[in-house]
């Protein structure tokens, strides 16, 4: 086989292939037509273009139909092994994608901190499961954004105005109820009023240091500054779990939120009750409280629904807009 001829024969397509063969089979241009689904012109465009490559009719008209050449005659059984070979490339693509169809990729969502142990329960029901199926919970982390725009994760909810061109981030709202929390036996429950904001600052306190948040000052120290109070001490945590043992062991007090406080009212040893909303005024005047951001691909490069993230992001608007009995 000549080089020419080679070149001639790469650059017809899988479909004229398909054509010679069902010509050759049923001895008809018009069955072939109706077997591959197309118009007569095209199976007439595509015999043409055989008889260019190939230099020869391949089919004399006869009154019983096609009748092939002797040359039809010695490509037939190589071409059958092409296209038999294109049936099974196409039934082993096929069984990948029915065996991974079955097997869904769980819904990937990033959240801050103290989310996790929160929306986990939310979206474990039946009825959850039913609308998102699989949902694996990451904690935010400085990187969760650029995994966003990179496909590896979904969606996220972040305390941080992850301001991009490529994410699209909305603002979910604020905290509005806040806790405080202390050991069952700490001297503050020995308080017959309402816990006020100087009371607290008579104790040592404790926060988890949220990034966005109170990483560079914590709304009750700049409280003490501006009121001139003297704080005994203040420390910072990063995690739940030091945050409990040290609220036990150091007679510390500290603030949850109403969503922590799903969290915080299970904890052995621990005691809380909520801040007056007089005193969370005053907490906040001039620090506002932790804002929670929806932070997503752009519409058109999403795999989930409108549906399934307002199902994640419902629980935690219904536990934002808590306000006091």
Same mark, same amino acid.
């Given at each position: 086989m000549s080089n020419p001829l080679l070149k001639q024969i790469c650059e017809l397509d899988v479909f004229t292939l398909l054509v010679f063969k069902s010509i050759f089979d049923t001895g008809h241009a018009n069955s072939a037509a109706k077997a591959l689904n197309v118009s007569a012109p095209k199976i007439s465009r595509c015999l043409n273009a055989l008889r260019l490559t190939f230099n020869d009719e391949l089919f004399y008209r006869r009154q019983q139909g096609l009748k092939p050449t002797p040359l039809a005659e010695s490509l037939y059984f190589? @071409?059958? =092994?092409?296209?038999d070979s294109v049936y099974h490339l196409e039934q082993s693509a096929l069984q990948i994608q029915? !065996?991974?169809? $079955? %097997? &869904?990729?769980?819904l990937q969502i990033a959240v801050s901190n103290g989310l996790l142990s929160f929306l986990a329960p939310q979206l474990c029901s039946p009825e959850a499961v039913d609308e998102l199926g699989q949902v694996r919970l990451h904690k935010w982390q400085e990187n969760s954004a650029e995994l966003i725009h990179a496909g590896e994760l979904d969606f996220g909810i972040s305390l941080e105005n992850t301001e991009s061109k490529e994410l699209t981030v909305s603002r979910l709202g604020? @905290?509005?109820?806040?806790?405080? %929390? !202390? !050991?069952? #036996? $700490?001297? @503050?429950?020995? %308080? =017959?009023? $309402?816990?006020? #904001? &100087? =009371?607290?600052? /008579? $104790?040592p306190f404790l926060c988890i &240091?949220?990034?966005?948040?109170?990483? /560079?000052?914590?709304?009750? &120290?700049?409280?003490?500054? /501006? =009121?001139? @109070?003297?704080?005994?001490s203040l420390e910072k945590v990063l995690d739940r779990e030091e945050w409990y043992a040290h609220l036990l062991t150091m007679q510390s007090v500290a603030f949850c939120s109403g969503i922590d406080m799903h969290t915080v009212k299970h904890m052995p040893g621990l005691k809380l009750a909520p801040l007056p909303l007089t005193e969370l005024h005053r907490l906040h005047d001039t620090i506002m409280p932790p804002q929670y951001y929806l932070v997503e691909k752009p519409r058109s490069h999403r795999r989930y629904s409108p549906a399934q993230c307002e199902l994640v992001v419902s629980s935690l608007l219904t536990a934002l807009s808590q306000t006091y009995a």
């Open positions: 190589a @071409i059958c =092994q092409f296209t029915n !065996a991974t169809s $079955h %097997v &869904e990729r769980p604020g @905290i509005s109820m806040i806790y405080v %929390v !202390a !050991a069952k #036996l $700490h001297p @503050i429950w020995q %308080v =017959q009023t $309402h816990i006020s #904001l &100087e =009371q607290i600052c /008579r $104790h &240091e949220l990034k966005g948040f109170n990483s /560079r000052i914590d709304p009750l &120290e700049l409280f003490c500054q /501006r =009121q001139g @109070i003297l704080l005994p």
